[in-house]
């Protein structure tokens, strides 16, 4: 329940009306005092308000949750003249609300050598524009990503070693909150399938942004091999790999509604075409299936850029956005692209996102 300030009440004009005011004299002294104070003491603290007014109750037809509720208390940004500020002299520039986050998600490939993998994860921390990454078929890079200068990463253990799933972010932006890793799908054995695949998970990891205090959740996941048709793009193959992708996506639909946390988006590698995708709205694929909780970059920003597994052509890697946050300009898409130069067989997608 959100408490309104009731700030006065008019009174009724039907009363008496009788003077209950102090002695005229003094009323003549204070009005006097109020004259002369400004030239004398011109240096006064300004009044602070008196309530914060959540920023999220303009949302509708919506249930009050930590994210509705939570005040906007974020760090100001003064815009250059090319991006809407205003010159110098007696106006102050425009200062928004807003933080740029970039967010990129890259397969790092787990049968290449960990020389090859750290150099990837080296490269593309390394770039300034780069904030938080969602990583898949990391399981034999853990330890080099807990050793990335500037970065924190939140790694879950898995037999003896990691999971293939983790989440790293620039130390200076963010703290880690909390993090889990919840199970999605049973793998499929040699002897049951003809493409056999390990079981899936699901990662959720929660950081604070530092400068505001707000929360960011990163949702990361890797949907099995060999799951759509690459003689039709866009369907299904009839495949018991393609069957559990379709429920790994409904486990990670529910996934992303239990989060409470200001933003919200994902990561992964989803093996299944974007273009082809967001064309058929296939039905049980991404898009049908994450649309009523989240919207890809494909869809905002579109799929020109050149592809993220370039030995297929196929744009399988994602960054996914929370639609309530998009439609309420929590987040905005500035743009997504790919970046070349890695040793995996994936490029990473790095999108840029305004936060507020």
């Given at each position: 329940m959100v408490r309104r300030v009731r700030l006065g009440r008019r009174d009724d004009g039907r009363r008496r009306l009788t003077w209950a005011g102090p002695p005229p004299l003094l009323l003549l002294a204070t009005v006097l005092g109020l004259v002369v104070a400004p030239a004398v003491a011109d240096d006064r603290p300004a009044a602070k308000?008196?309530?914060?007014?959540?920023?999220?109750?303009?949302?509708?037809?919506?249930?009050?949750?930590?994210?509705?509720?939570?005040?906007?208390?974020?760090?100001?940004?003064?815009?250059?003249?090319?991006?809407?500020?205003?010159?110098?002299?007696?106006?102050?520039?425009?200062?928004?609300?807003?933080?740029?986050?970039?967010?990129?998600?890259?397969?790092?490939?787990?049968?290449?050598?960990?020389?090859?993998?750290?150099?990837?994860?080296?490269?593309?921390?390394?770039?300034?524009?780069?904030?938080?990454?969602?990583?898949?078929?990391?399981?034999?890079?853990?330890?080099?990503?807990?050793?990335?200068?500037?970065?924190?990463?939140?790694?879950?253990?898995?037999?003896?070693?990691?999971?293939?799933?983790?989440?790293?972010?620039?130390?200076?932006?963010?703290?880690?909150?909390?993090?889990?890793?919840?199970?999605?799908?049973?793998?499929?054995g040699a002897g049951l399938g003809r493409y056999p695949f390990g079981s899936r998970q699901i990662a959720v990891v929660t950081l604070e942004h530092r400068a505001s205090g707000r929360r960011l959740t990163v949702l990361d996941a890797h949907l099995p091999p060999v799951i759509e048709d690459l003689t039709r793009p866009g369907r299904w193959t009839a495949t018991q790999n393609a069957e559990q992708a379709r429920s790994q996506l409904r486990d990670l639909a529910r996934a992303w509604r239990s989060v409470d946390t200001r933003w919200v988006v994902g990561t992964g590698d989803f093996n299944f075409g974007a273009r082809a995708d967001l064309k058929r709205r296939t039905a049980g694929g991404p898009v049908?299936?994450?649309?009523?909780?989240?919207?890809?970059?494909?869809?905002?920003?579109?799929?020109?850029?050149?592809?993220?597994?370039?030995?297929?052509k196929r744009s399988i890697d994602y960054v996914w956005l929370d639609r309530d946050d998009l439609r309420t300009d929590e987040i905005d898409v500035l743009g997504h692209r790919v970046l070349t130069g890695y040793h995996s067989d994936h490029r990473p997608l790095l999108a840029e996102l305004r936060l507020s």
């Open positions: 308000p008196a309530a914060v007014s959540p920023a999220g109750s303009a949302r509708t037809g919506a249930a009050a949750t930590p994210r509705t509720i939570e005040p906007r208390i974020m760090r100001q940004v003064a815009l250059p003249l090319s991006r809407g500020g205003q010159a110098g002299g007696t106006v102050a520039p425009v200062l928004p609300a807003i933080e740029v986050v970039g967010v990129a998600s890259l397969n790092l490939l787990q049968t290449q050598p960990i020389s090859a993998a750290t150099a990837d994860a080296l490269r593309l921390t390394g770039r300034s524009d780069v904030d938080v990454v969602g990583w898949q078929e990391a399981q034999k890079a853990g330890l080099a990503l807990h050793d990335l200068p500037g970065w924190t990463t939140a790694t879950f253990p898995e037999k003896g070693g990691f999971a293939e799933l983790a989440v790293s972010w620039r130390t200076k932006k963010f703290k880690f909150v909390d993090a889990r890793i919840q199970d999605a799908i049973a793998g499929v049908r299936t994450l649309g009523r909780v989240a919207r890809s970059t494909y869809q905002v920003v579109g799929t020109g850029q050149r592809p993220t597994y370039p030995s297929l």
